[in-house]
C-alpha cells in the first residue's frame, strides 16, 4: 500500500506553521507497514486540492488530507474531497451533538450557520468522530482509492489517528518498518574524521548497500546519524534483522565514536 500525504492550508505554503503532521503521520504509517512515497503541500484552493488528489492517485493507492475542515469559506477541503468521490454532504446528528457538547463548555454557546456546516459528512463513508474539536474526518472509498481526510490542529488530528486510522490500516499491511539510530558524537568529543558523513558512510561501505535492513547515513549539526531499518511481519522479527546489522555498524564505527544506539520510536 503506498500512500501520498497532503497537507492543505496557504500557511503551511507560506511558512507561517511548521508541518508537523506530515512527521507525525509518515512516522506513525511506517509503523504500521504504509510506505509514504510522496508528501504535498497544497494552498486553500479547490482547483489546487483536485488537481494535487489527480497527481496523487497516479502513483498511489491511498491519500491522507490533513486540514481545511474548519468553519471559514476558505475550509474547502470536506467539500472537494466529497465532490470527487461522487458522495453527498449529509447531516450527522451524532456530530452534531459532539459539536454541542464541546460548545456547551466553552465560552462560545452559539452553534451559529460556520460551526453547523461542520456537521455536515460524506454519505457513504467512515466517519471519524472529534473528541478534541468540532471537524469530524472521514475515510472514503471510491473505485478502488482510499482517502483519509484528517483535521489541521495536531491536538486533534493525533488522536483521531490513533483511537480510527491505526486499526483500519492495519488491514492493508501484514509488515511493520522498524528503525534504529546510532548516533556519532558530535565534533567538539571527537576528531572530525570519524563522526562527519563522508567519513562515516567510507566506513560502512557496503553496508549502505544492503537491501533489508537497509543503511542510511544523515548529516547533522551534532553529529552524524546513522539509521537502520528493518521491513518484517513483526516488530520481533524486525529487531531479530536489526541485530546482526546494528553489529556490523559498531564493528565499522568504533564505540569510542558512538553516542548512543536506540530504537527510532
Do not use: W
Not at 105 to 120: G, N
Not at 219 to 248: F, N, Q, W, Y
Amino acid at each position: 500500500m503506498i500512500c501520498e500525504l497532503i497537507s492543505v492550508g496557504t500557511e503551511i505554503l507560506l511558512g507561517n506553521i511548521v508541518n508537523t503532521n506530515a512527521r507525525y503521520l509518515s512516522k506513525r504509517l511506517a509503523s504500521l507497514g504504509i510506505e509514504v512515497h510522496f508528501q504535498t503541500v497544497v494552498g486553500d484552493n479547490a482547483q489546487r486540492i483536485i488537481s494535487a488528489l489527480d497527481i496523487a492517485y497516479t502513483r498511489a493507492d491511498m491519500t491522507v488530507l490533513t486540514g481545511g475542515l474548519g468553519p471559514t469559506k476558505d475550509d474547502i477541503t470536506k467539500e472537494m474531497l466529497a465532490g470527487y468521490f461522487h458522495k453527498k454532504l449529509v447531516p450527522d446528528e451524532k456530530a452534531l451533538e459532539n459539536m454541542k457538547g464541546l460548545l456547551s463548555m466553552s465560552d462560545r454557546k452559539t452553534l451559529t450557520e460556520s460551526l453547523r456546516k461542520q456537521a455536515y459528512v460524506p454519505s457513504d463513508s467512515i466517519i471519524l468522530y472529534n473528541h478534541h474539536g468540532t471537524a469530524p474526518g472521514a475515510i472514503m472509498e471510491d473505485e478502488g482509492k482510499i482517502c483519509i481526510l484528517l483535521p489541521g490542529p495536531p491536538s486533534e488530528m493525533e488522536p483521531m489517528f490513533e483511537e480510527y486510522c491505526a486499526d483500519y490500516l492495519k488491514a492493508f499491511s501484514h509488515q511493520v518498518l522498524v528503525s534504529c539510530n546510532i548516533k556519532m558524537l558530535d565534533f567538539s568529543h571527537a576528531p572530525r574524521m570519524k563522526v562527519g558523513e563522508a567519513p562515516v558512510a567510507d566506513a560502512l561501505g557496503e553496508l549502505l548497500d544492503s537491501p533489508n535492513p537497509t543503511v542510511a547515513t544523515y548529516a547533522k549539526d551534532d553529529g552524524c546519524l546513522i539509521r537502520v531499518t528493518a521491513k518484517a511481519e513483526t516488530h520481533e522479527k524486525a529487531m531479530e534483522l536489526l541485530s546482526p546489522m546494528i553489529e556490523k555498524c559498531r564493528e565499522r564505527l568504533g564505540d569510542e565514536y558512538i553516542n548512543y544506539i536506540r530504537e527510532d520510536i
